[in-house]
């Protein structure tokens, strides 16, 4: 009895490896795997906006940021895999099918890479046929050399605005 006992003991841990903490689990859930990189550019001009493809919504990412010496690559993930990057104020967009969706948005880069940050930001959107969102991916300045990505969804007002003022970012999965 001891035997079995000191068995199940010793093996609960190994179960436990098993199962990623429930907050690794989301992250999972809405970005893409750790080693995929993106060259990103700023186009030059400004493309007429697409309207959403019939039964699809349209999603826009804005990254924003104050405009100093910074000027990070942040991957945007959809429900588990990555659907492009930003670097700058720039935007991207893409289409998405009807319904619940998971966000992501990693710091890839920036500049230097000394100094702690906060990589990743999560939001859902429940998405409608016809419909098109606006997200801002702002790079908030929280101390020397201490940023922190930080996913909002914002008025379509204000995306519009964002979207008309920013470049669209030309961006190549790298190899």
């Not at 010496?69 to 700058?88: F, H, I, Q, S």
């Not at 702690?116 to 998405?127: C, D, E, G, N, Q």
């Not at 201490?146 to 914002?154: A, R, S």
């Amino acid at each position: 009895m001891k035997t079995l006992f000191v068995l199940i003991l010793s093996s609960l841990p190994v179960l436990a490896a098993d199962q990623a903490p429930p907050e690794v689990a989301v992250v999972r859930a809405a970005c893409g795997p750790n080693n995929v990189k993106f060259d990103v550019t700023p186009s030059a001009g400004q493309p007429p906006a697409p309207q959403p493809e019939p039964g699809k919504a349209l999603v826009y990412v804005v990254e924003q940021y104050d405009g100093r010496a910074l000027n990070p690559t942040v991957k945007v993930g959809l429900d588990g895999a990555w659907v492009g990057a930003n670097r700058g104020t720039s935007y991207l967009f893409f289409p998405i099918e009807p319904g619940e969706h998971h966000l992501c948005a990693d710091w890839q880069s920036a500049p230097w890479q000394t100094g702690p940050r906060a990589t990743v930001s999560l939001t859902s959107l429940r998405a409608e046929s016809g419909g098109t969102y606006y997200i801002r991916a702002r790079i908030l300045e929280l101390g020397v050399r201490v940023y922190n990505v930080e996913l909002e969804k914002i008025d379509p007002d204000q995306g519009r605005l964002l979207v008309d003022t920013s470049p669209l970012s030309s961006y190549r999965q790298k190899k």
